[in-house]
């Protein structure tokens, strides 16, 4: 059963770092890419990030450019975001998903074979 498990989310002042987990269970890191969305209130659902390691493809958004990065560890089959210099409009609930379209240049469709339950993210003073 394919499976994704989010955790690292919590409450960091501005300018702070989280670093968000994504483990996988059911199948390989090489298997599907995956990719990590963001939902704050009454806003867009926005694919911040992707990875597809078979293809060594990864994607960041730009409005989180130079802040965020995506790696992938096969060992633990986890995908990582790595948050830097958050900012409050960083704020919403992020989640992971696989299977999702990814390319260079971004996430070409909000369509997934499966998500995670998600973590809260909350910058704030």
């Known amino acids: 059963q394919v499976h994704l498990v989010e955790s690292g989310g919590g409450l960091v002042q501005p300018g702070g770092s989280l670093r968000l987990s994504c483990a996988a269970s059911?199948?390989?890191?090489?298997?599907?890419?995956i990719g990590w969305f963001r939902q704050a209130p009454g806003k867009a659902r926005e694919g911040v990030s992707c990875?597809?390691?078979?293809?060594?493809?990864?994607f960041v958004a730009d409005s989180v450019q130079g802040r965020f990065s995506i790696s992938g560890d096969y060992a633990t089959n986890t995908v990582y975001l790595q948050m830097n210099t958050l900012k409050p409009e960083d704020t919403a609930v992020y989640f992971c998903?696989?299977?999702?379209?990814?390319?260079?240049?971004?996430?070409?469709?909000?369509?997934?074979?499966?998500r995670g339950q998600g973590t809260q993210v909350t910058v704030a003073s």
């Open positions: 998903a696989a299977d999702v379209t990814c390319q260079r240049v971004g996430i070409l469709s909000s369509l997934y074979r499966v």
């Open positions: 990875i597809s390691l078979t293809d060594g493809i990864t």
């Open positions: 059911g199948f390989a890191l090489d298997d599907y890419s």
